[in-house]
T-cell receptor, first 111, second 115 residues
């Protein structure tokens, strides 16, 4: 199976919270990342979490990590139309290793 | 924050020509840079790891003679698609991390279209 899995689509209403889920397989991953990609653009680093942390909050973004279940989530509070994009979860193996990406979750925000 | 600059953003070329894509870290040094390829509505697939001053490490299935990588300095890596064919049309993205750092930053990508 895939190394990193995400649901492909999520639709929410403006002002609601969005929760994007991700599962990974390698328990030795050091860091886990969330990136945002808008059409035709590169990837924007949103946030990341070290594997020995459970939670990280940065303004509207909250990352939860359940290392036992290898489950990562990204919560976006007060979702705005500008948050519409594809969100990629990625794991990094080793401090200087490359990233292994999920297929991305397309977030659609309806006014 | 750290910036990775990638050029060109879009290129259209004829089949059989070569195309060079540049990836620069603007405000940090990067011993290692990564080159990814992304097909429409799909995830990023690692093509190769570019190491400053040494040969690149290619992923299985990636032709090293077709995708030439040069990492001549701590701030610049180039990917040359040689003798491009229509099947090479794709979105190519580079990434870099400050040496010893945990953040990995991405360029804005290059959309290659081979006619």
């Amino acid at each position: 199976g895939e190394d990193v899995e995400q649901s492909l689509f999520l639709s929410v209403r403006e002002g609601d919270s969005s929760v994007i889920n991700c599962t990974y397989t390698d328990s030795s991953s050091t860091y886990l990342y969330w990136y945002k990609q808008e059409p035709g653009a590169g990837l924007q680093l949103l946030t990341y979490i070290f594997s020995n942390m459970d939670m990280k909050q940065d303004q509207r973004l909250t990352v939860l990590l359940n290392k036992k279940d290898k489950h990562l989530s990204l919560r976006i509070a007060d979702t705005q139309t500008g948050d519409s994009a594809i969100y990629f979860c990625a794991e990094r193996r080793g401090s200087q290793g490359n990233l292994i990406f999920g297929k991305g979750t397309k977030l659609s925000v309806k006014p | 924050g750290a910036v990775v600059s990638q050029h060109p953003s879009r290129v259209i070329c004829k089949s059989g020509t070569s195309v060079k894509i540049e990836c620069r870290s603007l405000d940090f040094q990067a011993t290692t840079m990564f080159w990814y390829r992304q097909f429409p509505k799909q995830s990023l697939m690692l093509m190769a790891t570019s190491n400053e001053g040494s040969k690149a490490t290619y992923e299985q299935g990636v032709e090293k003679d077709k995708f030439l990588i040069n990492h001549a300095s701590l701030t610049l890596s180039t990917l040359t698609v040689t003798s491009a064919h229509p099947e090479d049309s794709s979105f190519y993205i580079c990434s870099a991390s400050p040496t010893g750092g945990e953040k990995l930053f991405f360029g804005s990508g290059t959309q290659l279209s081979v006619l």
